[in-house]
T-cell receptor, first 115, second 110 residues
Framework: EAGVAQSPRYKIIEKRQSVAFWCNPI?????LYWYQQILGQGPKLLIQ????????DSQLPKDRFSAERLKGVDSTLKIQPAKLEDSAVYLC?????????????FGPGTRLTVT | GENVEQHPSTLSVQEGDSAVIKCTYS??????FPWYKQELGKRPQLIID?????GEKKDQRIAVTLNKTAKHFSLHITETQPEDSAVYFC?????????FGAGTTVTVRA
């Protein structure tokens, strides 16, 4: 089966600019996650979707970050305006809801550099 | 929320020796404990996981143990090989929400 797809793979922007990331989960996976992974740290959950509804966005900096998952498939994560501390890899992951396994399948990530 | 601590942050082992990574978690309601391996520039990949109703699980050279009373779990890699060099992350979850440790960089010396 095809894996989780993300684009772009790399992005360099200046602070105060806007940026958007795209994720296409594995077909049929109802649950989708966005993580932020700062260099040298573990992934930190930003937002979790169940189909097109938000399950958990408690760690999403809502003053600058937004995410949506229209039609319950693809998702976009936006940062506006970006800050230097937003430099990180943004990982998307998906899980088939209701499956006997909680395994999350990760995409290759988008490496964001804010200068 | 859940807090996961992971030790050590770096680990260097001689090829063929064993490697052990330890994690502790704070929320006794956590019921799923996966371990992910992340090679440089690549996506995290699940290598083994364990549920709270199991004390130990093994898959070839990799094993995980869980002590619910002490709220800690460990990854054991035996007969290490150069391809085991990577960053390893533990995680704990209640249902689908994962909280990750900070990672352990494992280097296997030839």
């Amino acid at each position: 089966e095809a894996g989780v797809a993300q684009s772009p793979r790399y992005k360099i922007i200046e602070k105060r600019q806007s940026v958007a990331f795209w994720c296409n989960p594995i077909s049929g996976h109802a649950t989708l996650y966005w993580y932020q992974q700062i260099l040298g740290q573990g992934p930190k959950l930003l937002i979790q979707f169940q189909n097109n509804g938000v399950v958990d966005d408690s760690q999403l900096p809502k003053d600058r970050f937004s995410a949506e998952r229209l039609k319950g498939v693809d998702s976009t994560l936006k940062i506006q305006p970006a800050k230097l501390e937003d430099s990180a890899v943004y990982l998307c992951a998906s899980t088939p809801f209701g499956a006997h396994s909680y395994e999350q399948y990760f995409g290759p990530g988008t490496r964001l550099t804010v200068t | 929320g859940e807090n996961v601590e992971q030790h050590p942050s770096t680990l260097s082992v001689q090829e063929g020796d064993s490697a052990v990574i330890k994690c502790t978690y704070s929320d006794s309601a956590s019921n799923y404990f996966p371990w992910y391996k992340q090679e440089l520039g690549k996506r995290p990949q699940l290598i083994i996981d364990i549920r709270s109703n199991v004390g130990e699980k093994k898959d070839q050279r990799i094993a995980v143990t869980l002590n619910k009373t002490a709220k800690h779990f460990s990854l054991h890699i035996t007969e290490t090989q150069p391809e085991d060099s990577a960053v390893y992350f533990c995680a704990a979850s209640i249902g689908y929400k994962l909280s990750f440790g900070a990672g352990t960089t494992v280097t296997v010396r030839a």
